[in-house]
């Protein structure tokens, strides 16, 4: 009880100090979460204690000088008969209190260097991951084990916009989450696609901006297996807040039967490329697709917005030769917002989303767009 | 004698033709003055639009991409809008008056410098009715962003940069000169009231980087119309070259911002401590410093962006500095009230706040400056959090203070005590409401310029807005209490107005006639 008037005194006095002791809590809850994550890797470990660090020296640092503050406003006051004395200056008060500080700042200085060092130890890696940001999700490449794959947010629209209640994991749940095993030293290699996007797990200390045309590097090893998420802090146009990352660290045995699986995947997929879809699975999985890759600019509607992502009702290129619509997908529109899905969707979902362009929205081409019309266009290349 | 100002009372066509064509340096500094209002108001309002929608998770009021629209303007418009005019008409008003001057020394090109103002916002505020709506790429506009990704508009926002750019160059250059040249007799340069100090500090600073700025936006221009790749990585430019330009300006820039307010916080608080300022000539000294560190930290802003580990020392250390001065200014500004004789009126009420909240906001930045922990920082609503305790509680805030300060002297009318009062509490209790909560959203994870966000978030986001609604509130009484002084306030014809007012620009009468100091003063 005394400690906790004690506290709320000193909250009082200081709101640096509501911070510091509102940290202290944080364990306690999820929603109501106030300090930064101690993470499970060494770097946000080394991230935490430098911030707790700062945060204690700033706390004490303002309470004496707010205390003096409040202090000198409570005695001095005219109200209490005080009369001003005429003072300006004092050589010796003010050298102390200019070479003090940069004391601190000295002391300080190390445990910050040392901290910085180990968030840029990214030798020696056991794995690779290259971590591509794209307008408005992920793709990570397992370097050297064929394993490659676009990872999303599956929360819907709907959700979004308030036309269904909200889930649990209400933009924080993603088509295929990023998989790492415990006890491995794991390098990320990440990259910008289009516009700069940064990719962040709070929990691993990892914040790396993903600049086009520029690699940088961060790296995790942690052994506490779980689900850890995070987002996309560089605002990087209208799906900035819509693009999170979710990382599912396992054991490595775990890890290995998954990546397994990856690459057995991919074989499938490679050997179906070649069958024929009618025309409703392709209206179906087209409009999936659309959804999640095409709506963001282009809307729901097909409408777009005008002025920035042009109509595809109507339009001719929709309209036009199949050729044409497969070719804005797979070499984008040079000078535009509009990228190349080459790596983005499979040759099965940029089949579909054209079939369905062409015939959503009272489009009514009335073709067929298979995956292997895909395939031929990029090898025509 | 010379003649005086048209008003009303001679038609409107020459009540018209005075503003448009004063080269008074009060008119213009009033001029100055009620247009910065008016860019705070409307800045305010994508605000409150903001945070309107943030108030809940999901999209309920407006879509994404006009979000990201009102993210940027917001913060277009109150820097370059709101702030900086504020301070440039605070500087007409009373630099002259405060140096025993006639008037500015290019007083032609003060007219011009305030006129085009209002063409930049008009170009820049009109993109949000076009096709493709106003700039949406944040106020910093990373490239490629902000160019192979931006709406056309994006040619009227380059266009109203250039034109702000400019009005701040002349403005500032008239500032230099008219400190250089036309101090009354006595007046030397270590014996100028600090505000003067701050501005003309500040004035170097806005002339050596608003042309960065300029060359930013130019070569966007090109890029987006020219076919050049300075910020476009597949035509062999680096979009991380956009980051270190932009911030060689950014930097400064909010020291532009901030020192302004040193000054003005360092007039007020001897005269309510009825004291002279504690270590004066370290207060100088400490803003050249903080000007000149500004120069050299800028990329503290791209701790992420994955520079050579060498860099991001150099930047942490230099960073770090910052420091040292800036505690040598908070320390001299309670040392004044120390041993003083202490009344609270509303001026400094705002400008205790302020030194309170702006050292608040100055410890998240030592924290800030720290590579490591800025990793979990960056970007997030901490940040969000950092800037505002120094830019509102540091610039807004005294920029407040120094219009209940100096309004008396300027219309020769009392404002309501009360009202004040009540205004600073509203405020000074809504700030922290609404920008103490995004600490936590931000250490939290909680990134900024998120339209939406996850269901943690949800509970600081509701107080926040609450807060920023309160704020917001707190800046209409503010505008009733500035109309109601003007219009209704207790004449006063006391050329001190405060008891321990010092300095030339309290020995004129009160309200300060249109032309003053024709013949110098003679400072001892």
Redesign the interface.
């Known amino acids: 009880m005394l400690k906790r008037a004690q506290a709320l005194f000193l909250g009082l006095l200081s ?2 100090v ?2 510091a002791m ?2 202290s809590v ?1 364990a306690e809850s ?8 101690q993470g499970v890797t060494e ?2 470990q ?3 204690d ?2 707790m660090i ?2 204690w020296i ?1 706390t004490v ?2 309470i004496a ?2 205390g ?2 409040f202090y ?2 409570y005695a ?4 209490r008969g ?9 050589h010796v ?2 050298l102390i ?2 070479i003090v ?2 004391l601190i ?1 000295i002391v ?2 190390i445990p ?2 040392s ?6 130890d990214t030798e020696n890696a056991d794995i690779d991951i290259k971590v591509t940001g794209y ?1 408005w999700k992920w793709q990570y490449e397992y370097i050297g084990e064929g394993v490659k794959f676009m990872s999303e947010l599956r929360t819907s629209q709907d ?4 036309r269904t209640p ?1 889930g ?5 749940e993603v088509t295929q989450p990023l998989v790492i095993p415990t006890g491995k030293k794991v390098r990320f290699l ?1 990259t910008g696609n ?3 996007h ?1 990719w ?1 797990v ?1 929990d691993f ?5 993903a ?7 961060a790296w995790a090893k942690t052994d506490v297996p779980g689900t850890y ?14 693009m ?1 990352v979710v990382v599912e660290v396992k054991e490595e045995a775990e890890y290995n039967e998954w990546l397994a699986g990856k690459k057995e995947e991919a074989a499938i997929y490679a050997s179906t490329i070649g069958k024929e879809w009618t025309f409703d699975e392709l209206m179906v999985r087209g409009e999936e697709v659309y959804e999640r890759s095409c709506a963001g600019c282009h809307q729901s509607d097909g409408n777009g ?4 992502f042009p109509a595809l009702k109507d339009s001719p290129i929709a309209l036009g030769a199949k050729e044409g619509h497969i070719a804005v997908l797979i070499d984008g529109v040079a ?3 509009m990228q190349s899905f080459a790596d983005q969707l499979s040759e099965v979902d940029i089949a579909a989303v054209v079939h369905y362009e062409r015939n959503a929205w009272g489009n009514d081409v009335g073709d067929l767009t298979q995956p292997i019309d895909v395939l031929n266009y990029k090898q025509g290349q | 004698m010379a003649h005086g100002p048209a008003t009303l009372a001679d038609g409107w066509g020459k009540y018209i033709s005075r503003w448009v064509f004063t080269t008074n340096h009060k008119d213009i500094g009033t001029l100055y003055l009620w247009f910065s209002f008016a860019m705070f108001i409307m800045g305010g309002a994508f605000a409150m639009i903001i945070r309107a929608e943030l108030f809940q ?4 009021l407006i ?3 006009f979000f ?1 629209q009102m993210t940027t303007m917001h913060g277009l418009v109150m820097v370059f809008g709101a702030i900086m005019p504020a301070f440039v008409g605070l500087a007409n008003w009373l630099i002259p008056m405060m140096i025993g001057a006639p008037d500015m020394a290019l007083p032609r090109m003060n007219n011009l410098s305030f006129w085009i103002l209002p063409f930049a916002f008009a170009i820049l505020t009109s993109t949000l009715f ?4 106003g700039p ?3 106020w910093t506009f ?1 490239a ?2 902000s160019t ?2 931006a ?3 994006v040619n009227y926002f380059i266009f109203g940069v250039h034109i702000m750019g400019a009005s701040s160059i002349m403005g500032s250059i008239n500032i230099i000169a008219t400190v250089m040249n036309m101090r009354a007799p006595g007046m030397t340069y270590m014996k100028m009231p600090l505000f003067v100090w701050t501005w003309v500090i500040t004035a170097f600073l806005l002339v050596a980087v608003m042309p960065v700025l300029a060359g930013a936006v130019t070569m966007m221009l090109m890029d987006i119309n020219f076919g050049t790749s300075f910020f476009d ?2 035509g062999g ?4 070259l956009f980051q270190h330009v932009f911030w060689f300006f950014g930097h400064p820039e909010v020291y532009i911002i901030i020192l302004p307010a040193f000054g003005v916080v360092s007039q007020i608080i001897p005269t309510f ?10 207060m100088v000294y400490a803003t050249a410093a903080i000007a000149f560190l500004s120069f050299v930290v800028w990329a503290h802003h791209m701790f ?3 520079m050579p ?1 060498a860099g ?2 150099y930047f ?2 230099a960073t ?2 910052i ?2 001065p800036t ?2 200014k ?2 001299n500004w ?2 004044t ?8 009126e509303t001026p400094m009420l705002f400008s ?1 706040a302020f ?2 909240l702006f ?2 906001g100055g ?2 930045g ?2 800030l400056s ?4 800025d ?2 920082y ?3 609503y901490f940040v969000v959090a950092h800037f505002h305790y120094v830019m509102v509680a540091g610039a807004v805030f005294s920029g407040t203070a120094a219009v209940y300060y100096w309004l008396p002297k300027w219309c020769g009318k009392m404002y309501d005590e009360t009202m004040g009062k009540v205004q600073f509490w509203i405020a000074f209790i809504g700030f ?1 409401i609404t920008f ?1 909560p995004q ?2 959203l931000g ?14 978030f ?3 986001n509701m107080v926040s807005s609450i807060g920023a609604f309160m704020y917001g509130g707190a800046q209409i009484l503010f505008l009733f209490n500035v109309i109601r002084t003007i219009g209704w306030g207790k004449p006063t014809d006391d050329p001190k107005v405060w008891e ?1 007012a010092e300095g030339l620009e309290w020995t004129l009468p009160t309200p300060a006639p249109y032309h003053t100091f024709s013949t110098p003063p003679k400072v001892k």
């Not at chain 1, 001095?76 to 109200?79: A, M, V």
């Not at chain 1, 959700?159 to 308030?162: H, L, P, R, T, V």
């Not at chain 2, 401590?273 to 370290?282: A, T």
């Not at chain 2, 720290?370 to 922990?373: F, Q, R, V």
Request: charged share 15%.
């Open positions: 709101p640096a509501a911070l509102a940290g944080s999820t929603t109501r979460q106030l300090n930064m994550p770097v946000s080394a991230a935490y430098i911030h700062m945060m700033c640092i303002g000088v707010f003096f503050m000198v406003m001095h006051r005219k109200s005080a009369v001003a004395a005429n003072f300006h200056e004092h008060v003010e209190w200019t500080p940069a700042l300080m200085a910050a260097t901290a910085l060092l180990k968030v840029y307008q959700e979004i916009y308030g909200k649990e994991h209400y933009l924080r990440i289009d516009v700069i940064s962040w709070p200390g990892v914040k790396r901006d600049v086009p045309g520029l690699f940088t590097a998420v995070g987002e996309c802090t560089e605002l990087c146009g209208i799906g900035h807040a819509f999170p917005i005008p002025g920035v000078g535009t917002s | 998770p999901g999209m309920q879509k994404p991409e990201n076009m096709e493709g709506g949406n790429f944040g990373y490629p962003l192979t990704y709406p056309d508009t990585a597949a430019g680096d979009p991380v401590s009825r004291k002279p300022l504690f270590g004066y000539s370290s992420t962006v994955g580990i991001e020392l942490m250390y770090m500095l420091a040292v505690g040598v908070v320390f309670i040392t009230m120390y041993r003083g004789s202490l009344t609270f205790i030194v309170i050292t608040f410890f998240t030592m924290m720290i590579a490591a922990a990793m979990q960056h970007d997030t922290n103490m600490h936590f250490l939290a994870g909680m990134p900024r310029r998120y339209a939406d966000y996850g269901l943690q949800a509970d600081w321990g």
